[in-house]
């Protein structure tokens, strides 16, 4: 069976043969039948028998039957051949010459094997002829042919010879170039086979190395130039010439690269990949020491995109990092946070009960210094017991002053004192190796500031130059002078100076250079309240030369309120009920008010205060009472003390303004603080009472 395309090709090549063979014999017969006018019959029937077996069969191939076509054509004429034989000599007969001709001819149009079988054909005829050249049955002509005719007979021949020979050619060249064709598709094909191997081994390539960095990129260490050095040692493999290839990665002040990186290949054997986090730029870099010889570029198109893919990488990575870094930070300045929530209501309770001891000792000392009796080598003991006994309590305000947290409360106030108190507080808690210098310009203008606020910038700076100086120690100044409108508190050390590059950055929130020990807040808090006050603060450096920073505040005009001298003011006979749960303070706080001219009842049971007041509310003429009560706060019972009296005199004394304290000045109740001595206990009661 044939394909399509074959039996196409058959149909021409039957069409073209038989109209050739027409071509060739029509002439040829006629010129037999003028030069040989004795062959006139033969030539004649063998011209319209050629012509019209010629004409059927491409009616016959016309409508696709090429094969019966073909057969039937070299049928007929060996038929006509051999038929014409028997009055034409037999097997001398010119025309059985043929045979070679049709076995061609059979071979060209119906393949080999029915070449074969047609030249078996003939020669069984060829052999019968022979055989039968000496009977009766064939007959040998009278009137042989003419060399012109046989000349004209030979021609005919050969002309048919050379169409089967044209025929043939043209065949074997389509076929060589079919094979041709099929080769150079192969050929192509092993080509193509060839590059998508080596195409599917440079993705390979890459994809290794996005597995590699992603695995590398995924882990939960936090960033450091190790990241960096891993991604550029495995990043040259996967290059089309990993032999000659190089990388480099930066990002902000860091920079790693491979061991043959000199950065000065051509911009055509270079590529690079930026990228920009929230904290800075970077970019990825690979080149070529070699750029190879191509004509499509140094870099394929997936190695462009591969370069860009691990930039993404890398910068989400890092995006990743800075996030975890700035939650950590976040939960550190927390637990900070939460840490000073507690350790400022653990100064309230330290505050309350010291401040219990204190005015105990307080008020005893000066119910004692108050005694006739007294010696003078006595009365000197009791004047140093009140001297330590202020220290105690300057040193108990300092506490609860560092841990308040407090709405800012502005008014003009001296600096001097303020940066004092500062000073005494970083005394008490720097090591011994530290030497601290205050000194303060006479008459100073006040400025308009939050006390608690301006004593936090000078811990602040204080305590920042300590670090700086270090274990070595070294020597700490705070100035405060007049600079134009401002006052001007300078706080110098002598460390180890401040470079330009970080002094840009001193007061970013969270930056620090003291790693995990600190928190990156002390300055930024420094310059949020000079900032808030009007103010600005400067900082002057040299790198192992110490640092100093100016604060400087505006100055304002007036004058300064001072708290005005204590002196006693004694009772005229008023009943005082005094309430505290500390049995020892109770007794000397009634002795005091007596001495102080004051009738008191004291208790240290809120409940049994209560009671008693229910019980005759107009005998009291006013109540002193402890904030912090197991059983009944201050507040409240003088709540349940106004409800059983309105507008009762009501004082509670304590030395913590905590919220509740806060919320009791809100109603009209006045705060007495803790510790109090014979003085502030005198005018507060003749502050309260009508």
């Known amino acids: 069976m044939f394909t399509s395309e074959e039996h196409a090709q058959r149909s021409r090549l039957f069409r073209q043969l038989a109209i050739g063979m027409m071509a060739v014999a029509t002439p040829v017969l006629v010129l037999l039948m003028l030069v040989q006018p004795t062959q006139r019959v033969r030539a004649a029937a063998a011209l319209a028998a050629v012509t019209v077996l010629a004409l059927v069969l491409l009616a016959v191939n016309r409508r696709g039957h090429t094969r019966a076509a073909s057969i039937a054509l070299v049928a007929g004429l060996v038929t006509l051949v051999t038929a014409m034989s028997f009055a034409a000599g037999g ?4 025309g059985v010459t043929m045979f070679f001709i049709f076995v061609l001819m059979a071979g060209l149009l119906l393949g080999q094997r029915a070449g074969i079988v047609t030249a078996g054909i003939c020669a069984a005829i060829g052999l019968a002829l022979a055989l039968l050249s000496s009977s009766p049955i064939i007959t040998h002509p009278t009137v042989p042919y003419s060399p012109i005719a046989l000349w004209l007979l030979n021609t005919l021949y050969m002309g048919v010879v050379l169409i089967l020979l044209r025929l043939a050619t043209g065949a074997l060249a389509k076929a060589l170039g079919r094979a041709e064709s099929e080769i150079r598709v192969r050929q192509r094909a092993e080509l193509e ?30 960033f450091d130039r190790s990241v960096l050095e891993e ?37 055509t054997a270079k590529l690079s990949a930026p990228f920009t986090t929230s904290a800075g730029q970077g970019v990825v870099e690979v080149m070529y020491r070699d750029e190879p010889r191509t004509t499509t570029g140094a870099f394929l198109k997936e190695e462009r995109l591969l370069i860009d893919s691990i930039a993404e990488m890398l910068a989400a ?33 330290i505050a309350h009960d010291f401040n219990n001891l204190l005015t105990a000792i307080g008020s005893n000392t000066d119910l004692a210094l108050t005694e006739a009796s007294l010696t003078p080598p006595v009365k000197e003991h009791l004047a140093e017991v009140r001297k330590a006994h202020a220290r105690a309590t300057d040193l108990v305000k300092r506490i609860l002053l560092f841990s308040r947290r407090q709405e800012s409360d502005r008014k003009p106030i001296a600096l001097a004192p303020v940066v004092d108190e ?29 006390a608690s606020q301006i004593h936090q910038v000078i811990m602040n700076l204080g305590t920042n130059a300590a670090h700086a100086m270090g274990t070595r120690g070294g020597v700490l100044r705070i100035n405060l002078d007049r600079a134009g409108p401002h006052v ?7 460390g180890t100076g401040v470079s330009p590059e970080i002094r840009a950055r001193l007061f970013e929130p969270f930056f620090t250079t003291k790693g995990t020990a600190g928190t990156g807040l002390g300055l930024s808090v420094a310059h949020g309240i000079v900032t808030d006050h009007d103010g600005a603060i400067t900082v002057d450096s040299t790198v192992g030369q110490g640092s100093t920073f100016h604060v400087d505040l505006p100055a304002v005009e007036g004058d300064v309120t001072h708290a005005p001298a204590e002196n006693v003011v004694l009772g005229h006979g008023e009943h005082i009920m005094y309430v505290d749960d500390e049995e020892a303070l109770v007794l000397v706080m009634t002795r005091l008010l007596k001495r102080l001219g004051y009738r008191s009842t004291g208790y240290s049971d809120a409940d049994d205060a209560l009671q ?24 409240r019972l003088a709540e349940e003390l106004r409800a059983v009296r309105p507008g009762v005199p009501v004082a509670i004394a304590s030395g913590y303004e905590g919220p509740e304290m806060e919320a009791a000045g809100r109603t009209g109740i006045t705060r007495i603080a803790k510790p109090m001595s014979m003085e502030s206990l005198s005018q507060a009661l003749r502050t309260l009472l009508p």
């Open 612 to 635: 008693a007041f229910r019980t005759n509310p107009q005998e009291f003429d006013a109540v002193i009472t402890d904030m912090a009560m197991p059983k009944m706060s201050g507040a």
């Open 91 to 94: 097997i001398r007969s010119p």
């Open 231 to 267: 991604l550029v040692v495995m990043m040259p493999a996967a290059w089309q010439h990993p032999d000659s290839c190089e990388a480099r990665i930066e990002y902000r002040d860091t920079a790693v690269a491979t061991p043959g990186w000199h950065g000065a290949a051509s911009s």
């Open 193 to 222: 086979r060839e590059h998508l191997v080596h195409d599917l081994g440079e993705r390979v390539k890459e994809l290794r190395l996005l597995h590699a960095a992603a695995r590398v990129l995924q882990e939960t260490r936090p």
């Open 422 to 450: 500062a000073v005494k507080l970083l005394r008490a808690s720097f090591p011994a190796m530290i030497d601290i210098h205050f000194s303060a310009e006479p008459d100073l203008p006040a400025v308009l500031a939050d």
């Open 488 to 494: 001007r508190v300078s706080v110098s050390d002598t």
């Open 317 to 349: 990575y890092l995006e990743h990092d800075i996030a975890e870094r700035q939650r950590s930070q976040l939960e550190k300045q927390l637990r900070q946070s939460q840490q000073m929530e507690s350790l400022g209501t653990l100064a309230g309770g």
